[in-house]
């Protein structure tokens, strides 16, 4: 089972509470940014866009908590910027566990081998490893090279020491079918408990503006990519949310279903888009403009977002709403393999994306800003 009984049955207590309270807008998972500074410069992020004062900030172990304990959901994703680059990060987690909330610490784990003897192996805390694919694919992705190296050996030591090793992989335009299916028999063989999967998103800053996929080309990307699977594959996601991905299922973004907390407070409406921030989250939840977000309002930048972020949270809502969705959840949960032979097909298409990106500069450039940023946090 892709994660633990005890977390399972936390997560569904909890989402029937919130349903039978009649409350539409509950959080379902807190994507808490204790900071934005990171040791790569990812070409399709734009986290680390920001100036240099603002990278050198960072949320207090005090603010964390506070916000964990005002959001009240039982589900805590720590992303960056690089969390263990953070001064206070093992203050941070042992906190968390301590209010038994599972957390999820997002990683490039380039640190993670040298940080591991800063936390104790818990049902509590999983790393979730940012890995976009086979190493090729990964390296370009981040543009670092042996940036997939590093990261293997920090997921080896991490499952070596017996703590919840999850992976992170985020597709773009030009990824291989083929390549992303090994991919995931060489996550399943190093040990990790599942694996999450999400199309990129086209932040404003990002580098490359060029390889985010529209939605038609992510249905048939995920299609082709997860129908006719593994029954060793395991995923640390909604079933239904996976079907959604695959073009099976529609639903409406529910930003408020992983709200973000970070420096700036309350970041409205969601983690990809930033209109705005408020100081409580019960003022996020009542001031946020909601109607205009999410495919159906119109907004040009939700036209092509399926991002778990945005989706996951309305799957597992679906899930919860009656006897429908349970019983169309169980039967995503029993499919098996989602036998296909037109997806099968798919498998011996060339991967070609629509734009071309050459990324040689970028990674040689990201190569020393990573040296620096290494040097920076062993002089810290």
Known sequence: MPVPISQAFTVATYVLKQKLMGRKRYPFVLML???????????GCGKIQYPAHILKQELSPE???????????????????????????DRIVEGLVARKKYIYLCTNALLLKEKLDLFKPSKYLTFSVHMDGQKEHHDFSVCREGGYELAIEGIREAVKRGFRVTTNT??????????????????????VEGMMLSPGYSYDKAPDQKHFLGRARIRRLFRAIL????????????PLFLEFLMGKQNYKCTPWGMPTYNIFGWQKPCYLLQDGYAD?????????EWQNYG??????????????????????????SGIGGL???????????????EALSMLNEPAKPVHSYNP????????VVAGGAQMEETHA
């Open 33 to 43: 940014e204790p900071l934005f500074r990171c040791n790569l410069a990812c070409a």
């Open 63 to 89: 603010e964390c908590f506070k916000a964990v304990d005002e959001c009240g959901t039982p589900m805590v994703s720590i992303p960056g910027g690089e969390p263990l680059m953070h001064s206070q990060i």
């Open 170 to 191: 985020t597709l773009f335009d030009g990824a291989d079918p083929k390549s992303v299916r090994a991919f995931f028999d060489e996550m399943m063989d190093l040990g």
């Open 227 to 238: 129908a006719n699977r593994k029954k060793s594959w395991q995923f640390n996601q909604s």
């Open 280 to 288: 409580t989250f019960k003022e996020l939840l009542e001031t946020t």
């Open 295 to 320: 495919t159906e309002s119109g907004n040009a930048k939700c036209a092509n977002c399926m991002v778990h972020s945005g989706y996951e949270a309305s799957a597992v809502d679906y899930t919860f």
């Open 327 to 341: 019983w169309t959840t169980v039967k995503a949960m029993f499919a098996g393999t989602y036998e296909d032979a």
């Open 360 to 367: 040689l500069i970028q990674i040689q450039e990201n190569n």
